[in-house]
């Protein structure tokens, strides 16, 4: 069965670009982004690894481990790196998970055979430090992903774990919060002195608390 949200990611040991990994160990204690590319060796994935690459230092700067996968070997992976560093001007510094096997991606049910049987699909898996499925993506092989929308739910799973709030359509951080319905006002004055612009009882806007 699919992954859901609030579910353990499973746990496995593998090949990588940067050695023997074992998925827990490796990211102890850190947000993970876990997310499978179809095929080395192709153009929408060589933008996508360069440009997740040159966002190092702000998955770095939010204590998330980035690491990716293909159901190519990790000799091809480390080929293909060279002309991701020639063309996006940018080395991969992450880990890239070789998995021609499978054994990662079906665990992950990252090949859905009715788009291809072959390849896996575009996922992307976001695991907090506890280890559990926070977000996933499902994007098709044609369509490389947003990897600012990442970093942007991330900070809202940050903020929104931290504090009584939720963020609404479009947020940035920084950006106006909502307080979560689930608060009353009585409470809410406790923990937003700064006050709120009730539009509704259940729609109660705030400067976000950080
Ligand atoms: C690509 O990354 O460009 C790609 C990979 C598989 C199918 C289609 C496009």
């Known amino acids: 069965m699919a992954l ?10 593998t090949d990588t670009t940067e050695g023997t990994i074992t998925f827990h160990t490796w990211k102890e204690g850190s947000w993970g982004v876990l997310f499978s590319h179809p095929k080395d060796f192709t153009p929408v994935c060589t933008t996508e690894l360069g440009y997740t690459a040159k966002l190092s230092s702000e998955f770095a700067a939010r ?14 992976h480390a080929e293909w790196a060279k002309d991701i560093e020639e063309t996006q001007g940018t080395a991969v510094n992450f880990p890239m998970i070789g998995d021609p096997d499978r054994v990662v991606a079906d665990l992950y049910d990252m090949i859905h055979p009715n788009a291809n ?8 898996f976001v695991i907090d430090p506890a280890n559990k499925v926070r977000l996933t993506l499902t994007y098709p ?18 903020l929104t774990d931290g504090y009584r709030v939720a963020t609404p359509v479009n947020w940035t951080k920084g950006d106006d919060v909502i307080i979560v319905p689930a608060l009353s006002n009585e409470e809410a004055k406790e923990l937003f002195p700064g006050g709120w612009d009730e539009q509704k009882p259940y729609l ?5 608390p950080v």
């Open 141 to 158: 092989a044609s369509t490389g992903r947003n990897f600012d929308e990442i970093l942007r739910v991330i900070d809202s799973l940050q």
């Open 117 to 124: 049987d072959t390849m896996t699909v575009r996922s992307v």
């Open 63 to 76: 204590g998330v481990k980035v690491i990716g996968l293909s159901v190519d070997p990790i000799d091809r």
């Open 204 to 208: 109660r806007v705030t400067k976000s």
């Open 4 to 13: 859901r949200l609030g579910d353990i990611a499973p746990d496995f040991t």
